[in-house]
């Protein structure tokens, strides 16, 4: 099982980027999957997840308004469309799958994980 980020990069502030995760090896259409990110000297953090329908959607306070999660089952694909981004933005983003509902923000509950794309804003 594999799971590829892509689409990071630098991008001023106020800007915007679209990060998308590919799987491959399983199907993860009937699980939750999200986001999470990690900027330098912190701990990884919950961003976004969406459930398997896309009927449940929860993003952290942050980004809530400027980040947008969304998936395509028929792809096996998810992706992050981060508007209006800040320097506090700035981090690896990992995108995870294999959650519930119920877990959807608790990165223990996922039991897949890319390797990361980094995304940097400058101020």
């Known amino acids: 099982v594999q799971l590829v980020e892509s689409g990071g990069g630098l991008v001023q502030t106020g800007g915007s980027l679209r990060l998308s995760c590919v799987a491959s090896?399983?199907?993860?259409?009937?699980?939750?999957v999200g986001w999470f990110r990690q900027a330098p000297g912190k701990e990884r953090e919950f961003v976004a997840a969406i459930s398997r329908s896309g009927s449940e959607i929860t993003y952290t306070d942050p980004v809530k308004g400027r980040f947008t999660i969304s998936r395509d089952n028929a792809k096996n694909t998810w992706y992050l469309q981060m508007n209006s981004l800040k320097p506090e933005d700035t981090a690896v983003y990992y995108c995870?799958?294999?959650?519930?509902?119920?877990?959807?923000?608790?990165?223990?509950?996922?039991?897949?994980w890319g390797e990361g794309t980094l995304v940097t804003v400058s101020s």
């Open positions: 995870a799958a294999g959650a519930t509902i119920w877990t959807m923000a608790r990165d223990t509950a996922y039991g897949y």
């Open positions: 090896g399983r199907t993860f259409s009937s699980s939750v």
